[in-house]
């Protein structure tokens, strides 16, 4: 991995934040981890973030209304990771501002390749916009 970047983990299961903590982490990235969006809120505030990666807890009612709400408090890209493979709950969130949506289960690999994607556009992005 070539980016240096801090990655902010939010999500209810401590194994599975861990697990993502500990594989973002063996990949280089600076990692912080919470469980849940209020107690995210005064860190993501604080704390430079360039990835947001957003476990979504099984009985959240509706992820497209979280995905709106994270878009619009900050600015850094937003991984959003489901057990649910609901293909409108999928475009919906996309199109509300999700930079990539993963179902579990997934592969490790294919993980740290949305991870990178997603850093990378948003550099090009940033780059872009000020090169103007």
Request: charged share 20%; net charge negative; with cysteine.
């Amino acid at each position: 991995m070539s980016i240096q970047a801090n990655v902010f983990v939010m999500g209810a299961e401590v194994i599975m934040t861990n697990l993502l903590r500990i594989l973002l982490e063996s990949d280089g990235y600076q990692v912080a981890t919470v469980r849940n969006r209020s107690t995210a809120n005064p860190i993501l505030h604080t704390e430079r973030v360039d990835l947001i990666v957003f476990d979504v807890p099984p009985f959240e009612p509706d992820v497209v209304a979280v995905v709106e709400e994270l878009r619009r408090m900050f600015d850094a890209p937003l991984i959003i990771l489901s057990s649910a493979a609901n293909p409108t709950v999928t475009t919906q969130a996309l199109q509300v501002g999700a930079s990539a949506y993963i179902v579990k289960p997934f592969s490790a690999q294919n993980f740290l390749d949305e991870v990178e994607q997603c850093l990378s556009q948003n550099k090009r992005a940033a780059y872009s916009t000020h090169r103007i």
